[in-house]
């Protein structure tokens, strides 16, 4: 991990927020991270919200659960 972390020019530190998916960490790292992993062809997926499955269901969550006409 030392060595990944060295290529993508971020700290051990930084690269365990990374694994943990800290919400902390810029967008920039995470792309990093995955070019270093030969993961290029998943930075376009990053932000797209089709993929974010836990961030609909938080998103549905918090929706009123029932609808009354007054």
Do not use: C, N, W, Y
């Given at each position: ?46 932000a ?11 998103e ?6 029932r609808?009354?006409?007054k």
């Amino acid at each position: 991990m030392a060595l990944v972390a060295e290529r993508a020019g971020i700290s051990r530190a930084t690269l365990g927020k990374v694994e943990k998916g800290d919400g902390t960490v810029s967008m920039g790292t995470f792309a990093s991270v995955l070019f270093v992993l030969v993961f290029v062809h998943r930075i376009e997926t990053l932000a797209d919200l089709s993929e974010d499955e836990t961030g609909r269901l938080l998103e549905l969550e918090q929706l009123p659960k029932r609808i009354r006409r007054k």
